[in-house]
């Protein structure tokens, strides 16, 4: 990597908010106490979070359920809700139910976005919207069901004073690997600075099953592509982009890929824009 090149990313690093030191269980209690005390300090009493079944929303799991068991022990009135938010019957339902096993929540809500999220693509076919093709019109089903999943998280914080918890972390943000406004919305982000890595080690920490902590990472949001790898969307392992957020040296290939990437998601990472703070570029 050359010096420009290694300059950019120590930026980009900064700008995620990634350590350079790491211990697994200095982290799980850092941010549990977080969760606890801005729980806490905001005088609401439930963290709600939705459950896939995969390792991101494992580990938010466990450290919410960690976070309301501390809040409880500090005489504040808190409870952890999960949410199982299937489309329809999941493919990996098995992976969401062993998930539930390890975090053991205080409680578990059950709904089903199909319904919902058919309809709305229904009305949108109706109105003549037009895709490109069929691939473009599963991929914006797909940016639907994240949303939906959000409109439930945010009905249930409503209905029990309490804060939604998203699963974003640094590995997601660098490649903008989130739908806007979906699974990027959120009150709280206790996984923001992690790369893929660091959540793995999380999870280790926390007690979960090596299935469950090296699952293929998978959105699953595309119907006719039922659990696909992020990393076939990425052009990147994670691997490569984990080494990139700890300062390593990664292939030119991947360096204009991780950056590129990063570059054209900044609007998903950013507040909406308004007119005193934008001017067209020269």
Same mark, same amino acid.
């Given at each position: 990597?050359?010096?420009?090149?290694?300059?950019?990313?120590?930026?980009?690093?900064?700008?995620?908010?990634?350590?350079?030191?790491?211990?697994?269980?200095?982290?799980?209690?850092?941010?549990?106490?977080?969760?606890?005390?801005?729980?806490?300090?905001?005088?609401?009493?439930?963290?709600?979070?939705?459950?896939?079944?995969?390792?991101?929303?494992?580990?938010?799991?466990?450290? %919410? &359920?960690? #976070?309301? +068991?501390? =809040?409880?022990?500090?005489?504040?009135?808190? $409870?952890?809700? /999960?949410?199982?938010?299937?489309?329809?019957?999941?493919?990996?339902?098995?992976?969401?139910?062993?998930?539930?096993?390890?975090?053991?929540?205080?409680?578990?809500?059950?709904?089903?976005?199909?319904?919902?999220?058919?309809?709305?693509?229904?009305?949108?076919?109706?109105?003549?919207?037009?895709?490109?093709?069929?691939?473009?019109?599963?991929?914006?089903?797909?940016?639907?069901?994240?949303?939906?999943?959000?409109? %439930? &998280?945010? #009905?249930? +914080?409503? =209905?029990?004073?309490?804060?939604?918890?998203? $699963?974003?972390? /640094?590995?997601?943000?660098?490649?903008?690997?989130?739908?806007?406004?979906?699974?990027?919305?959120?009150?709280?982000?206790?996984?923001?600075?992690?790369?893929?890595?660091?959540?793995?080690?999380?999870?280790?920490?926390?007690?979960?099953?090596?299935?469950?902590?090296?699952?293929?990472?998978?959105?699953?949001?595309?119907?006719?592509?039922?659990?696909?790898?992020?990393?076939?969307?990425?052009?990147?392992?994670?691997?490569?982009?984990?080494?990139?957020?700890?300062?390593?040296?990664?292939?030119?290939?991947?360096?204009?890929?991780?950056?590129?990437?990063?570059?054209?998601?900044?609007?998903?990472?950013?507040?909406?824009?308004?007119?005193?703070?934008?001017?067209?570029?020269?």
């Amino acid at each position: 990597m050359t010096p420009e090149h290694r300059a950019i990313q120590r930026d980009i690093i900064t700008e995620l908010f990634v350590s350079s030191d790491f211990d697994a269980g200095h982290e799980v209690e850092r941010r549990v106490g977080f969760l606890a005390d801005y729980l806490i300090t905001t005088g609401l009493h439930t963290l709600v979070l939705g459950i896939s079944g995969g390792v991101d929303s494992l580990v938010g799991g466990c450290l %919410a &359920q960690r #976070a309301a +068991a501390l =809040a409880r022990q500090r005489g504040h009135s808190a $409870t952890f809700i /999960a949410m199982r938010l299937p489309y329809g019957e999941q493919r990996d339902e098995p992976d969401a139910q062993a998930s539930l096993d390890v975090i053991q929540p205080d409680q578990i809500l059950t709904v089903n976005i199909k319904p919902a999220s058919d309809a709305m693509l229904a009305e949108l076919v109706s109105a003549e919207v037009s895709f490109r093709d069929e691939g473009h019109q599963d991929f914006l089903l797909g940016n639907i069901k994240a949303r939906q999943r959000m409109i %439930a &998280q945010y #009905a249930v +914080a409503g =209905a029990h004073s309490g804060l939604v918890v998203g $699963t974003d972390h /640094a590995a997601e943000a660098l490649m903008g690997f989130f739908t806007k406004f979906g699974d990027g919305a959120a009150d709280i982000t206790p996984l923001a600075g992690l790369n893929k890595r660091r959540v793995r080690a999380l999870a280790h920490e926390l007690g979960a099953p090596d299935s469950l902590v090296h699952k293929v990472p998978t959105a699953d949001l595309e119907t006719l592509a039922p659990l696909k790898p992020d990393e076939d969307a990425f052009g990147v392992t994670y691997g490569e982009i984990d080494d990139f957020l700890e300062g390593k040296d990664v292939s030119e290939q991947a360096y204009e890929t991780i950056v590129r990437t990063y570059r054209n998601s900044a609007h998903k990472r950013a507040l909406p824009v308004f007119p005193q703070g934008w001017a067209p570029s020269s």
